[in-house]
């Protein structure tokens, strides 16, 4: 049955929101506690890393799976069911500390992570009026950039203060994302979709600079991203308090730089912005 006349805290951006709010609590601490715990207690080189990065990749190329799965479930189920994936792999990673158990976990989390990043776009564009989409998806990463905020002061607190053992972390927090797919599973109708689906893969030639920033953007995020927390962890022996105080600096210089960005952006145009940026960075 279709809602009608909602509640405003059963609204459709409150969901939105809600779930925007559920990534981050997984995924900053997965991240941020990745190359200490893999180290620590897994005994990683460069090699396993490099493995582990790689099937974590895996989901997110398959992603396009999304739309067959489209077949047999609604998008909304499907976003709760990644959601829950999420949650379950982070919360599980801490009691697997070995090579095997650790790319599993990874694999696991990283399903939900990349369905429900394909997923979320599409639903808020279903969801939200035209007019209000930009302000709406702005929320949104207002809203994620908040929660990974929150999620590496914890950290920092949970190893600095509290002296908190990988596997509570993980489980903490993997658990928090559970908790509110499920609140969301139980507390939310299913809202109608105002424009079907498509259940079918669409390229499109002229959109070949989209696809190539793409991957460019893919390729430099892995390089750098990946390794240079493991150097700084296997090199430098920093610790899981200096890496979510690293993580934290940079979270806080992209909410102070982001809504420049977006006004830079307006100046110079949405086509020539992807490749001024990737120069930048």
């Known amino acids: 049955m279709e809602p009608t006349n909602q509640p405003r805290f059963r609204r459709p951006e409150v969901l939105l929101l809600l779930m925007a709010i559920a990534v981050p609590l997984s995924f900053a601490a997965w991240q941020t506690l990745l190359n200490n715990f893999a180290i620590e207690r897994a005994a990683f080189t460069g090699r396993e890393m490099g493995i582990l990065q790689s099937l974590r990749e895996i989901p997110g190329f398959l992603a396009f799976g999304v739309v067959f799965l489209l077949l047999f479930m609604r998008e909304q189920r499907l976003a709760y069911i990644s959601l829950a994936l999420l949650g379950l792999g982070t919360a599980a990673t801490g009691f697997f500390p070995s090579v095997m158990g650790l790319y599993i976990t990874t694999v696991i989390m990283s399903i ?35 929660a990974s905020l929150v999620t590496f002061t914890l950290i920092w607190l949970g190893d600095d203060l509290l002296q908190l053992d990988f596997q ?90 982001a809504p420049r960005i977006g006004r830079l952006i307006g100046r110079i145009g949405e086509h020539r912005a992807p490749c001024f940026l990737n120069m930048q960075a």
Do not use: C
């Not at 070949?208 to 953007?217: G, V």
């Open 112 to 146: 939900g992570f990349h369905y429900y990043e394909t997923l979320q776009t599409s639903l808020a564009l279903q969801w939200i009026d035209k007019s209000q989409s930009a302000e709406t998806l702005g929320r949104l990463i207002a809203a994620g950039s908040f």
């Open 168 to 257: 509570w972390i993980y489980l903490v927090m993997g658990g928090l994302t559970v908790m509110i797919a499920l609140i969301a599973w139980l507390g939310f109708p299913l809202f109608p979709q105002k424009t079907e689906q498509h259940k079918y893969m669409v390229f499109r030639k002229r959109y070949w600079l989209y696809y190539t920033l793409t991957f460019m953007s893919g390729a430099r995020r892995q390089i750098f991203v990946v390794f240079a927390g493991f150097l700084m962890v296997e090199k430098f022996g920093y610790s899981v308090s200096q890496i979510a105080m690293l993580f934290l600096i940079n979270a806080a210089i992209n909410v102070f730089l």
